[in-house]
């Protein structure tokens, strides 16, 4: 006898918002993966009309072509060239990103400096490059500076003899011996330097005296790689030039040189806005908490403003360090044996566009993923813990 | 939880809905939609032979360069000059009964294969060695070889070589992508003498970082070396091209595979030219050949053939206009005359390139 039967307890289908959105969503789910398989089966198609093979068999053949300074060669497999090829990137994209986020930083803190000068300087810099096309300036650095300003072999620069500057590379000194040996003595000088830190901020905490950590563990780092020199013998070797080339030293190709430097200056004008604003972000009263407990200028900005401000600055650096490893693929227009190059050379040379491309794609993507994942986690553990 | 569940439903429906097109038959109307956009694709491009679309369009898409002194240079008013670019006309000629019918479309070395398969240009005639490789995985086709040509080493007057075995540890600048950049590192190790071998996206760069004196060889296909240093900006004379020819590289037209037809007619156009010269019918004689009592001249020239059982003119079946030897020597020239008319003003002998009856390479199937 309820009056209430015969009322619907829900609406019909149609009209019942949570089914309508799931059908929404599928709907656009169905188009978004039809077009995808669409395209691909006409690349599939077509791709077997051509009769051009498909597979990654291409990467097994001998790559017929040769980069200067390594031992990469002509009958080296093409997988060995994209090997060489990612391990170029990274180089530039790591040496590069170090080397951005120390110039920023410092350009960055220019830009908020009380000497007119310094601030009206560092103002003009960013200002200028921030808004020039990359591909240009690095143009302008391979054409104007590298090849016109650099001198020829024959007269080339050698500043205190220890550098031979030419328009073939730059060599600088270097230590004999193999790059892993380096390696190793530098991780392991790293980890120990690490440790003492670690250490002194145990101490710090139970006694209360200062930490100093960066002091003890720049000085460990020092003698311990020191010491490792002289106990495994390793010497010094200035360049020279030697008939049309230069031998001893490390030499850095021109091309490496000018898209290295173009990235950090173009790189470091984007680090430096990230900077100051990050600087301005710390509230006033920690630098007035700072300056009232006499800390010089220098101690309160290491100690009070800049680990807040890397903080707020973290995430957008770590874009930056990202977008420079990206824009690392224009070496290509000047020749710098890095991934895009090694597609385009490889493709010339018979291996299939779309599956070396494809590759290199998945490459970057990956390097890219691995590197903002880091980021996120380092991100997690700064971050402020809000409630 | 109960949205993670929704989620997951969701996902394996629009699998589901997404196998279904994918594995579908014409007899499911289900994926009518699907099965018909992939057959529509499928046949716009197959079965026809790309003569039959030439003819359509009346244009041959011909696949070229723009600055290569002497094979193909675009002038200010947009047309092209060069021994390439003729060999485009010749084959417009051949097909279209016109010479200017051919559409030059500028690609650079690392794209024009891909611009061969997808079909936006209908042959390539761009200096392209002819290889194996090519031939097998570029999915090209190469037909007559209009120019046989070596790869070389050009070097500054002043350098001190005199040969290439000379330039030890030298730094040889070469176009990326291209043969050329894998002779150079063989020849380097052959001889032993560790070039750095260094690829450049362009010639213009290449000439930059050889005028600052970042490299200290050129190294490329003697003929291109040849056109470079006539238009060099310091002088022909600054330059000189080292006498070793090191590799062997046959130059000629490629069209996409698998098109038998199209590949026949253009070889055919290039082989015209070759036949002309050897009849010694050029541009300006070749209205007096047609009335040539030779038969062989004749046919050649699609001239009617009376014989006691009446006339008639060859059509060999290739899918040219009969005439259209006639066409490719009135409007361009024989072989000989292209030659001469491009290569030979930057210092270019006829060399390997002289007809067979010269003893040369040059050398066309008879026309019957």
Redesign the interface.
């Known amino acids: 006898m309820s009056p209430l039967t015969g009322v619907p307890t829900r609406a019909p289908l149609w009209r019942d918002v949570r089914v309508l959105k799931w059908v929404f969503q599928l709907v656009v789910l169905a188009i978004f993966v039809s077009i995808i398989f669409w395209l691909y089966n006409n690349y599939q198609v077509n791709i077997q009309k051509s009769k051009i093979p498909t597979g990654l068999e291409f990467l097994d053949n001998p790559a017929n072509f040769t980069m200067p300074g390594n031992d990469f060669n002509q009958s080296s497999p093409v997988w060995s060239a994209f090997i060489q090829g990612f391990y170029n990137t990274l180089r530039v994209s790591i040496v590069g990103i170090l080397l951005s986020i120390f110039f920023g930083t410092l350009i960055g803190m220019a830009r908020l400096s009380k000497n007119f000068l310094v601030r009206t300087v560092a103002g003009a810099y960013v200002e200028v490059i921030r808004n020039l096309p990359l591909l240009v300036l690095l143009t302008f650095m391979n054409l104007a500076v590298v090849l016109q300003t650099f001198p020829r072999i024959e007269n080339a620069w050698k500043p205190l003899d220890l550098f031979v500057v030419s328009n073939r590379g730059i060599a600088i000194p270097w230590f004999e011996g193999s790059g892993t040996t380096l390696l190793t003595v530098l991780a392991a000088a790293l980890v120990i330097a690490g440790l003492v830190a670690w250490l002194r901020g145990k101490y710090s905490d139970r006694t209360g005296k200062p930490a100093r950590g960066l002091l003890y563990a720049t000085a460990v780092f020092v003698l311990v790689v020191l010491g490792s020199w002289f106990t495994l013998g390793y010497q010094w070797t200035l360049p020279f030039v030697e008939d049309r080339g230069t031998l001893g030293g490390l030499r850095l190709d021109p091309s490496f040189f000018a898209l290295l430097v173009t990235l950090v200056i173009y790189t470091s004008s984007h680090i430096a806005e990230i900077v100051r604003g990050s600087i301005l972000a710390v509230p006033r009263g920690q630098g007035e908490a700072a300056d009232a407990l006499a800390l010089s200028g220098p101690t309160k900005m290491r100690l009070v403003i800049l680990p807040q401000a890397f903080r707020v600055a973290l995430p957008a650096i770590g874009n930056q360090s990202l977008n420079l490893l990206k824009n690392s693929s224009l070496g290509a227009a000047i020749s710098y044996f890095e991934l895009t190059q090694i597609a385009q050379i490889t493709v010339g040379n018979g291996s299939p566009a779309v599956p070396a491309f494809t590759l290199t794609l998945l490459v970057y993507l990956s390097i890219s993923l691995t590197t903002s994942l880091v980021i996120n986690i380092f991100n997690r553990r700064l971050a402020l813990v809000e409630r | 939880m109960k949205k993670t569940v929704?989620i997951l439903a969701?996902?394996a429906?629009?699998t589901l809905?997404?196998s279904g097109?994918?594995a579908s038959t014409d007899a499911e109307p289900a994926a009518e939609t699907?099965a018909e956009?992939?057959t529509e694709?499928?046949t716009t491009?197959?079965a026809e032979s790309v003569l039959a679309a030439v003819q359509e369009a009346g244009a041959v898409r011909c696949g070229t360069r723009d600055a290569l002194p002497g094979f193909a240079v675009l002038q200010e008013d947009g047309t092209h000059v060069g021994f390439d670019s003729d060999f485009c006309r010749v084959i417009a000629a051949a097909v279209l009964g016109d010479a200017d019918a051919a559409d030059m479309v500028d690609l650079e070395?690392?794209d024009r294969f891909?611009a061969l398969?997808s079909g936006s240009i209908d042959v390539l005639v761009r200096n392209t060695t002819w290889t194996a490789?090519?031939d097998g995985?570029?999915?090209s086709t190469f037909v007559q070889t209009n120019f046989y040509d070596g790869q070389g080493m050009m070097v500054e007057s002043g350098s001190g070589y005199d040969s290439i075995s000379d330039m030890?540890?030298?730094?040889v600048c070469v176009a990326?992508?291209?043969?050329t950049?894998?002779n150079a590192?063989?020849e380097?190790?052959r001889l032993d003498l560790g070039w750095?071998?260094?690829?450049?996206?362009d010639t213009d760069l290449l000439q930059?970082?050889f005028l600052?004196?970042?490299c200290?060889g050129w190294s490329s296909d003697v003929s291109q070396l040849t056109g470079f240093r006539s238009a060099y900006p310091d002088g022909a004379d600054s330059l000189e091209i080292l006498p070793e020819v090191f590799s062997k590289e046959p130059l000629g037209p490629a069209v996409?595979?698998?098109d038998t037809q199209w590949a026949q007619v253009v070889n055919w156009a290039i082989l015209a030219t070759i036949q002309a010269e050897e009849f010694g019918i050029t541009s300006a004689n070749v209205d007096s050949f047609l009335a040539s009592e030779d038969v062989t001249i004749q046919r050649f020239l699609g001239v009617e053939i009376t014989t006691d059982e009446g006339s008639a003119v060859l059509d060999p079946g290739l899918g040219l206009p009969t005439d259209f030897a006639y066409q490719v020597v009135k409007q361009v020239g024989n072989y000989g005359e292209i030659f001469e008319r491009h290569l030979t003003p930057l210092g270019l002998e006829r060399g390997v390139n002289a007809l067979w009856t010269d003893g040369g390479l040059m050398y066309a199937p008879p026309y019957r």
């Open positions: 929704g969701a996902l429906a629009a809905v997404v097109c994918a699907a956009t992939t694709t499928t491009t197959s070395t690392s891909t398969q490789s090519r995985g570029e999915a030890n540890g030298a730094v990326k992508g291209t043969t950049e894998g590192a063989l380097s190790s750095e071998v260094r690829p450049f996206d930059e970082a600052a004196g970042q200290d996409l595979d698998g």
